[in-house]
């Protein structure tokens, strides 16, 4: 069959990467791509938005299943938009109708969708643009840390954290009143602060059953030591020790079942992933967010880590047949680090010569921001290559992930030194 993925960073890497292994794999497009997926598939110079363009695409070239990789296309309606078109109805996406996709689009519709149907999350208030003296006076009656949250997509940036009230009553003007994450901010969550460990889990749904993908642990800050501000997303490790059988079981039946049931009570059609932002507080997992699209770098660890056929399982998700589909998993480590420009998450250069791109490595290396220019590879993001290692052992993930970043150069090039460390200290002192 043939295939269009939408997107260009390195999750749409790893996924082009994953599906190409499916004997069912025929032609296999990505819509824009980067430097990267032209090594497995075809690149389309097409915007991941521009849903005229991908349709006429789809049709010419006898695409039978789209699979949507960012979160734009998806709040935007992109499925809506080829279900309203007799010939583009007929083709199978991977990714929800702009209803469901609010589920990520608004975090005030997200939260009180969790609410709604009791899945277990942290206590939030919502405040809009002219209410940025009430939202002051809520600070005031909050415990510290004071989490605030943008309404709407921030490009995985529009959280801040601070222990400071003061520094949480400047953020939220500039938020509301400024428009620090632009329309994203014209609502802004003040939410209770959640003390625990963080990890994510990722659910393949055809909105009746449900398949669970190997869950990982992501690394937001720019910072070793988690320090500095938030980004997309530097590194990612799976599996996630203390996500163990018995955590998971709470996480599937106080979390994962509610929240299909939900979409299902509520009348909201679901054909894709549903990735779900944990906190584990004592042992009890809480909610911080839903996502409605594979994340950014865990993808990377986590396609590592899949055995199955994984295009038969998208398929059977988008065809609504997942009932009784199984997923096997590789119990080996998978580590992300994710190679960054100098100035990343604030102003960077691109255009930088990429070197040793070309050399065996002992990790794998997945393009993000990157593109071909004159049979050179040059940065083009921020986030420019996420590079895994796997081991039988989480240092050997983290060894191999580290000699292979360590080998490959360019003007400013940044990585966290530090991606699996706290994971290890927990396997030392378990």
């Known amino acids: ?38 090594l497995v598939a075809t690149n389309v110079s097409i915007s991941v938005d521009d849903f005229q363009k991908l349709g006429k ?10 699979v949507v990789g960012p979160e734009v296309p998806l709040v935007k309606g992109i499925r809506n938009y080829f279900e309203a078109d007799p010939l583009l109805s007929k083709i199978l996406m991977i990714g929800p109708g702009s209803e469901g996709a609010q589920l990520e689009g608004s975090k005030d ?15 939030a208030k919502t405040f809009y643009a002219n209410q ?80 669970i993908l190997p869950e990982a642990k992501d690394y937001k800050r720019i910072g070793d030591d988690d320090t500095g501000p938030n980004t997309g997303g530097m590194g990612s490790v799976s599996p996630v020790p ?4 018995a955590f998971m079981k709470k996480v599937e039946e106080k979390v994962i079942k509610p929240t299909i049931t939900g979409l299902k009570k509520e009348k909201i059609p679901f054909k894709g992933f549903i990735f779900i932002g944990l906190m584990n507080v004592k042992g009890e997992p809480y909610v911080i967010e839903y996502n409605t699209r594979m994340g950014d770098p865990e993808t990377q660890s986590v396609m590592a880590r899949i055995q199955s056929d994984f295009l038969e399982l998208l398929v059977a998700c988008a065809e609504g047949r997942l009932k009784g589909m199984k997923i096997e998993i590789d119990s080996d480590y998978a580590l992300t680090i994710v190679m960054a420009s100098g100035g990343y998450p604030d102003q960077y250069e691109k255009g930088k010569e990429i070197s040793d791109l070309e050399q065996t490595h002992s990790a794998r290396v997945f393009h993000a921001g990157t593109k071909l220019q004159n049979k050179q590879v040059l940065t083009d993001g921020g986030r420019v290559l996420g590079v895994t290692g796997k081991g039988k052992t989480l240092l050997e993930a983290q060894t191999k992930a580290y000699q292979t970043a360590k080998a490959i150069q360019w003007e400013g090039v940044y990585f966290r030194k530090d991606i699996g460390d706290d994971v290890l200290n927990l396997l030392i002192n378990q």
Not at 57 to 66: A, G
Not at 141 to 154: I, T
Not at 173 to 178: G, I, P
Not at 242 to 245: I, L, S, T
Request: aromatic share 8%; hydrophobic share 45%; net charge negative.
């Open 57 to 66: 695409f789809c049709v010419d070239n006898s695409i039978d299943l789209v």
């Open 132 to 211: 940025s003296v009430e939202a002051s006076r809520f600070i005031d009656e909050c415990q510290p840390p004071f989490v605030l949250k943008a309404d709407g997509l921030a490009a995985g940036k529009g959280v801040i954290i601070t222990s400071d009230a003061a520094e949480a009553k400047a953020t939220l003007r500039e938020m509301l009143e400024e428009k620090k994450f632009g329309e994203a901010s014209a609502k802004v969550l003040v939410e209770e602060f959640l003390n625990g460990i963080e990890l994510s889990v990722f659910v393949l749904t055809d909105g009746e059953d449900y398949v």
């Open 242 to 245: 203390f996500a163990d059988a």
């Open 109 to 123: 519709f997200s939260k009180q969708f969790m609410l709604r149907n009791h899945v277990p999350t942290a206590g």
């Open 1 to 38: 069959m043939n295939i269009l993925i939408i997107g260009n960073g390195g999750r749409e890497h790893a996924l082009a990467w994953k599906i190409k292994q499916s004997p069912q794999c025929g032609k296999l497009f990505v819509a824009p791509g980067n430097a990267g997926t032209s």
